[in-house]
């Protein structure tokens, strides 16, 4: 699962017991070299469906981590493009990546920007909140967006109980709730706590109108959610 430049599993331990911005901190300078990162064939089909969209003139990365997201938006916004994380690990790496973006340190559950951007991104990080934070984090993205913007992520459908990564996903989600009861500062990563009608839920409370597209080629059978703030 992971390259020879990834992290190793003492690594892993240790990031696993440490908070989630920690963890993060932790993981970065070897983040791009393990399993976690948005695989690109998920990146290049949200830019082409996204594409259809714009164009846009400010793009924000919510969660941008590593800043995987800033190749999406690189192509469809005008202006500029602005990554937020709590990681200052993470931020330090996108930074060194991708000189031509504004980077931000803040939690995405209060988000410091207001009507400023056209579109927003999310690419893997849903798992850190739990469903109950959700309404909140995405107002606060709303309150980022000019009205009639657009917050936008692909969804990978429900492995079925016949694929290995059903019970991956599972074990992993059953695991980190045990840590979770045990041992504190909790590392907050679920896989299965976002299904889609939470997330539209979610959404459609923090006032957006939301929209179910398929994914082209390479990523057919994924689909992006495109939540429209009024």
Known sequence: MFSPQGPTLRELGVQALSSVPRGYDLLAPKFDHTPFRTPPALLEATTTALAALGPFDRGLDVCCGTGAGVDVLRPLCRESITGVDFSAGMLDQ???????????????????FTGGFDLA???????????GELPDLFSGVRRALRPGGILA??????????SPWYWLTLGFDVTMRIRNALWHPPFVMYY?????????????????????RPLPAP?????LLVATSP
């Open 153 to 162: 992520f692909p969804i990978v459908g429900p492995p079925s109980p016949a």
């Open 121 to 131: 991104v999310t690419f893997g990080a849903l798992g850190h909140f739990l469903p």
């Open 94 to 112: 996108a930074r060194a990546a991708h000189q031509d973006a504004r980077w931000v340190r803040a939690d995405a559950r209060a988000l410091p």
């Open 192 to 212: 299965r706590t976002g299904p889609l009608p939470v997330l539209r839920h979610a959404l459609r409370t923090a006032g957006f109108t939301v929209e179910l």
């Open 219 to 223: 990523a057919a059978g994924c689909h």
